[in-house]
Nanobody, 115 residues
Framework: QVHLVESGGGLVQPGGSLRHSCAAS????????VGWYRQAPGKQREWVGF???????AYSDSVKGRFTISRDNDKNTVYLQMNSLTPEDTAVYYC?????????WGQGTQVAVSS
């Protein structure tokens, strides 16, 4: 079983940047692809991007070119670097196994983009 802890959220102005971390326990983390997801107020959770166990990443069209996912398997941690943030990026951000989301969800981190 993998236990997830997300961190790094906060309040940022439009155009700003934030970096999230997703730290995991369990030996299965490093051999799985990990996805980032977000849920905006009143909306369903949506996929943001994912990174394979070897470090290749893909992104949704809404964040492509602005967000970057990386991982450090020695630290059992995946990162989400978010740049050029807009109010539409306001959401709670989560990580999970990709694509099946087979692990228990963490508490997520809140991001608010506002001037």
């Amino acid at each position: 079983q993998v236990h997830l802890v997300e961190s790094g959220g906060g309040l940022v102005q439009p155009g700003g940047s934030l970096r999230h971390s997703c730290a995991a326990s369990g030996s299965l983390f490093s051999v799985n692809a990990v996805g980032w997801y977000r849920q905006a107020p009143g909306k369903q959770r949506e996929w943001v991007g994912f990174i394979t166990s070897k470090g290749s990443a893909a992104y949704s069209d809404s964040v492509k070119g602005r967000f970057t996912i990386s991982r450090d398997n020695d630290k059992n941690t995946v990162y989400l670097q978010m740049n050029s943030l807009t109010p539409e990026d306001t959401a709670v951000y989560y990580c999970n196994q990709y694509p099946g989301q087979r692990w228990s969800w963490g508490q997520g981190t809140q991001v608010a983009v506002s001037s």
